[in-house]
């Protein structure tokens, strides 16, 4: 499916998007120049990812899921 990612005012762009799988194998990866992406991963069997979004020191990991 497609995700939308809206990042708050606490993390800073550009930034580092990246999408892992539950055994850590990174399935996407892109700059963020806007706080407002859309992501399609509809490639992706069903199941649970990790979605990391990072800018230097600062960090933000998410749970997301695939239907």
């Known amino acids: 499916g497609t995700f ?3 990042l708050g005012a606490e993390l800073s762009l550009p930034a580092e998007l990246a ?3 539950m055994q850590g194998f990174r399935i996407h990866q ?5 706080s407002q992406a859309a ?3 509809s490639g ?9 979004v990072k800018n230097g ?3 933000i990991r ?3 899921q695939i239907k």
């Open 57 to 59: 020191a600062q960090e």
């Open 30 to 34: 892109e700059m963020l120049k806007e």
């Open 19 to 21: 999408v892992y799988d």
């Open 44 to 52: 992706q069997k069903p199941g649970l990812y990790v979605l990391r």
């Open 39 to 41: 992501i399609n991963l």
């Open 4 to 6: 939308k990612v809206i």
């Open 62 to 64: 998410e749970l997301i």
